[in-house]
């Protein structure tokens, strides 16, 4: 049901599963591949090859070591089950809720070229956690699974589903807050527009972005009528009817180019040698005139309205800033984390020591210093409309226009105290 209404809309799809479930729907996906590009996209669990043998690895250390070794051979037996089943397939896209360093490493050695299933601050109470982790696309880390590679990248992490950045963050609620219509239907989001305001977000996110992706997910098992006694045609409607909202704004929208995950990847890496630079404004879309129905855990730490907030992450760091608020209220330190920080969070961000403005004639200096207790990656949001001055010098790393919302200034902290300079004319 999910690829005819995609390809009613001339969209493809990406099927998702491991060797058993794509082969039990192969005469489908063979359909959707020739009439409109369908791909797939292979599950791996790691969990498997631990649960072979009689005993349980003893320590991670041993965990790793067994993976290491046996990794190699579940991945490729499933890819050769796939490829001899589709035989147009390249099948070297995969998806998996448990990562790991190991994973990572064994994916780049085979020649994966993707890996899905990233979520962005993910629960502490689930088990498959990837904490840390920036949302959207980046080049995942064999040091780290949940940060972007130091290193030139091979294998692009792919979030499982896009979400409403702002409402995730402030609510820590990632089950509600996402681009997957059946959350959508379940918790009453849908009745006011939601799915329509998330998509124009990421819409005006792309004009000051080189990548913008908008991954939605839906599952098959809620789109089948015998999947859960509880769900009726009209449940089932609601779902399509939102799926079919995307659809016809994605058939109908010039600035919106359908693709495949395996399509995407492959614009990503043929673009980008390293993990691209990703600014998002992101406002308050939650209605407020509904109460939301909070069926999945966690309850919301902060109920909506949300701030206007601006969110940034390169392959060195992930900062959040609040508007109003030119320092970062969060950092995370991807090249060089405090010693048993969780997730990567600086504890300590350091403040603005001295903020001085000065106007001559057509040009407008600023500069600032800062005093860093360490060598950080770190950047001040200058918010209200910038878009009159352009850039005469800086000492700092870029500068960047994000609209009429914001100048945003990307530098290092050294440690010890530090002046950042800007002059901008009109």
């Known amino acids: 049901m999910i690829s005819a209404l995609a390809h009613k809309h001339g969209i493809p799809v990406t099927w998702v599963g491991d060797s058993q479930s794509l082969i039990e729907a192969k005469n ?55 490829k001899e089943s589709f035989t147009w397939a390249d099948a070297n896209l995969f998806g ?20 899905w299933g990233y979520r962005w601050r993910d629960s502490e109470l689930d088990e498959t956690i990837d904490q840390g982790c920036p949302w959207s696309f980046f080049y995942a880390s064999h040091d780290h699974h949940n940060i972007p590679s130091n290193y030139q990248g091979k294998l692009v992490a792919i979030e499982n589903s896009s979400v409403d950045l702002t409402s995730v963050y402030y609510s820590d609620n990632l089950e509600i807050f996402s681009a997957t219509p059946t959350v ?12 329509d305001a998330l998509l124009k977000e990421y819409l005006k996110n792309s004009e000051w972005n080189r990548f913008i992706i908008f991954v939605q997910q839906q599952p098959a098992i809620d789109m089948e009528y015998t999947s859960y006694n509880n769900y009726d045609r009209g449940t089932i409607a609601g779902i399509a009817k939102i799926l079919e909202s995307f659809f016809q704004e994605v058939e109908e929208n010039p600035n919106i180019k359908p693709l495949t995950l395996l399509q995407a990847v492959k614009a990503y890496k043929e673009d980008f040698g390293q993990t691209e630079a990703c600014y998002m ?22 109920k909506p309205p949300y701030p206007l907030t601006f969110f ?115």
């Open 281 to 302: 404004v992101f406002d308050n879309i939650v209605p407020l005139q509904r109460e939301i129905d909070f069926y999945l855990p966690p309850k919301p730490k902060q």
């Open 184 to 195: 959508m239907k379940m918790s009453g989001l849908s009745e006011n527009n939601y799915a």
């Open 28 to 82: 489908l996906i063979n359909q959707g591949h020739y009439e409109c590009n369908d791909d797939i996209l292979v599950m791996i669990d790691p969990s498997q090859v631990l649960d072979q043998g009689n005993t349980k690895p003893s320590s991670k250390a041993e965990e790793m070591v067994i993976l290491r070794q046996r990794l190699p051979d579940l991945i490729q037996t499933e890819q050769a089950i796939v």
């Open 312 to 426: 940034y992450y390169d392959h060195e760091c992930q900062l959040v800033f609040k508007e109003g608020q030119m320092t970062p209220i969060e950092v995370k330190n991807y090249i060089l984390p405090p010693y048993e920080s969780k997730y990567y969070i600086e504890k300590e961000i350091p403040s603005i020591s001295s903020f001085r403005p000065m106007r001559d004639r057509d040009k407008l200096i600023m500069e600032f210093e800062i005093e860093s207790l360490k060598y950080m990656p770190y950047g001040l949001a200058i918010w209200d409309d910038h878009s009159m001055f352009s850039l005469v010098s800086t000492n700092a790393r870029s500068v960047k226009w994000i609209g009429n919302y914001l100048l945003f200034i990307r530098f290092n902290l050294e440690e010890g105290m530090n002046l950042i300079e800007i002059s901008l004319k009109i």
């Open 96 to 115: 998996a809720y448990e990562k790991n360093s190991v994973l990572i490493e064994v994916l780049e050695n085979l020649g994966g070229i993707g890996l």
